[in-house]
């Protein structure tokens, strides 16, 4: 069992809800409760390869806590994926769904495994494979994945296909994130970068700050960093820099988002992408800039470099993307934090319009659905500045006591049977 190579995320994870927990005053007996996760399954994924040989793959299925609904969370394909990781990401997960309010409980999946090292029919196998083996787990009623890093609206018509050949009937209610001609929704691929952005505005209308002066770095040019960075860059925002695992591109000038998709889309990755200069991650992440979005992997802004990182506002569009001394050292800076239960919720929101309209099998227009994402989003914004302004804590501390108070509002008055 893979276990302790991301134990870092899940103290972090960990100590933040003590943290939040403390400040809740919350009943002892509530945060045993809720310190734990409920359910864990660990799965071998034996499949196919090409060259004819069977190479067998680690899987998890984490349901951190289902107090306030079916658990929800995305399914990550990655060599670093661990069981301490997806316990960390299912109980993120959990906060994150009671900050904006829907009814979820948390959970998040995953298999370690470098999914660039397979050919699409391995990756296939893959998918269909670790789809039958947390079967019994997931269900529209239970469990709903939906994409992760390295997953995407193909990997999951893969999984709704493997459950309803399993079901006998189609189920497309058990995943979201999926191809809209089979149940997916209109605006789920933009929802995650859209959020991010929408929680950008609101903090710039409160703040006094006109978005069409200020600069923004992107670490991460995938769904959410590719996504944040085009609508950031219509507000007239300028963004100067993005970047993806292989390195970064700068312009002082400003990129032209739409012309670096389309090159992303022609040669994979924004090496080479002419007319701007070639930045490391590592410069990216310290460059003169008032907003920063990381949006790549977690732990990525530590003690190490949080003291060159000269934006004033940073926007987590990933999971987990400062260390907690990092989160310390940048708040004694005065940085503006969104944090991710807040800022990346938007991918959550619409999946829970996806599954909605999957089980009433009435669908919505895009615009229908990015209104009632605004909405949302704009509640969850003032929701948590209002308990950062009354009780005097960080924007982080704030969204983690809206979530784990939520949830233990939710376990208090179910109550504990048998
Ligand atoms: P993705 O796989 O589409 O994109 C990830 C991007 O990060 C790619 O451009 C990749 O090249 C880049 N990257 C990887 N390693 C990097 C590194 N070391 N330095 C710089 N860039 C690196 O993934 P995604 O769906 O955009 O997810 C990104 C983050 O957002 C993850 O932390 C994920 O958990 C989080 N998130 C995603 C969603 C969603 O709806 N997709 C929702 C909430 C949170």
């Avoid at 995953?110 to 990756?123: F, R």
Wanted: hydrophobic share 40%; glycine share 10%.
């Amino acid at each position: 069992m893979a276990r302790g190579k991301k134990r870092d995320l899940l103290q972090v994870v960990m100590s933040d809800f003590n943290e939040a927990a403390d400040l809740l005053h919350l009943d002892a007996n509530i945060r045993v409760r809720l310190s734990h996760p409920r359910r864990i399954i660990i799965v071998s994924c034996p499949i196919n390869k090409d060259d004819g040989t069977v190479e067998s793959f680690e899987g998890y299925r984490v349901q951190y806590n289902i107090a306030r609904g079916p658990a929800k969370g995305g399914i990550r394909f990655h060599p670093e994926v661990d069981l301490d990781e997806t316990i960390a990401l299912a109980a993120l997960m959990t906060w994150k769904c009671a900050v904006v309010n829907i009814p979820y409980g948390g959970a998040k999946g995953g298999v370690q495994v470098d999914p660039h090292k397979l050919s699409m029919t391995e990756i296939e196998n893959l998918t269909r494979r670790y789809t039958w083996e947390i079967s019994p787990m997931i269900g529209p009623e239970k469990d709903i994945p939906a994409p992760d890093m390295n997953t995407s609206a193909k990997h999951m018509a893969w999984v709704m296909d493997t459950y309803s050949i399993i079901k006998g009937y189609s189920v497309p209610g058990v995943v979201t994130g999926k191809p809209i001609s089979i149940g997916g929704s209109e605006g789920r691929q933009e929802a995650t970068g859209r959020g991010v952005v929408f929680s950008i505005i609101d903090a710039a209308q409160e703040l006094g700050i006109d978005l069409s002066t200020q600069t923004a770095v992107v670490q991460g040019f995938g769904n959410v960093g590719s996504v944040a960075a085009k609508l950031l860059a219509k507000t007239g925002c300028k963004i100067i820099a993005v970047s993806d695992e292989n390195g970064g591109i700068y312009s002082s000038k400003g990129l032209d988002i739409e012309n670096v998709s389309a090159y992303v889309a022609e040669h994979e990755y924004l090496k080479g992408y002419p007319g701007a200069d070639e930045i490391s991650n590592a410069e990216l992440l310290a460059l003169d800039c008032d907003i920063l979005i990381p949006a790549a992997l977690g732990g990525q802004i530590t003690k190490e470099n949080a003291a060159d990182v000269k934006a004033s506002m940073i926007v987590e569009g990933a999971n987990g993307p400062l260390t907690n001394e990092a989160d310390k050292i940048l708040n004694d800076k005065k940085v503006f934090i969104i944090p991710d239960i807040l800022a990346n919720a938007g991918g959550v929101v619409v999946s829970y319009f996806e599954w909605v309209q999957d089980i009433q099998a009435f669908f919505w227009h895009e615009k229908e659905i990015n209104d009632k994402l605004r909405v949302i989003m704009r509640n969850a914004y003032h929701s948590v500045r209002n308990i950062a302004l009354e009780k005097k804590v960080t924007n982080r501390q704030a969204a983690l006591m809206l979530g784990i108070g939520r949830v233990a509002e939710c376990a208090r008055v179910r109550g504990l049977r048998p």
